[in-house]
């Protein structure tokens, strides 16, 4: 993990673009609309995180703890999501095109409206 890059995730830096986030304890951060595309947040605590319309194009989320944080509207395209905990996370317009490690998913209490093709992105 990159101190800075966690200092910036933590005032709600929106441009965080390639950042190293690896182990981050980001439970309850408010990121709404930040550009996260090609982040490594591998085993991050996002916790309740606020990951409104983020854009996680790219991003690594390879056992991230995704418990219970709002991802609606966000851009998880070709994403990397394995092993990732997804328990009660709000997924309401969120798009998946691409997306890597569906297969581990449990979606309990997560789906309501997920777009698996970008080509439907407004």
């Known amino acids: 993990m990159n101190e800075k890059h966690y200092e910036k995730a933590l005032n709600g830096e929106r441009n965080l673009i390639g950042a190293d986030?690896?182990?981050?304890?980001?439970?309850?951060?408010?990121?709404?609309?930040?550009?996260?595309?090609?982040?490594?947040?591998?085993?991050?605590?996002?916790?309740?995180?606020?990951?409104?319309?983020?854009?996680?194009?790219?991003?690594?989320?390879?056992?991230?703890?995704?418990?219970?944080?709002?991802?609606?509207?966000?851009?998880?395209?070709?994403?990397?999501?394995?092993?990732?905990?997804?328990?009660g996370t709000n997924l309401t317009g969120t798009y998946l095109d691409g997306v890597q490690g569906v297969r581990d998913w449990d979606l309990t209490g997560a789906v309501d409206e997920i777009n698996f093709d970008r080509r439907y992105h407004k």
């Open 21 to 87: 986030l690896r182990g981050a304890n980001l439970s309850g951060v408010k990121l709404w609309g930040a550009d996260l595309g090609g982040a490594d947040l591998r085993n991050a605590n996002l916790h309740h995180a606020d990951l409104i319309e983020a854009d996680l194009t790219n991003a690594d989320l390879r056992g991230a703890d995704l418990t219970g944080a709002d991802l609606g509207g966000a851009d998880l395209s070709c994403a990397k999501l394995h092993h990732a905990s997804l328990d």
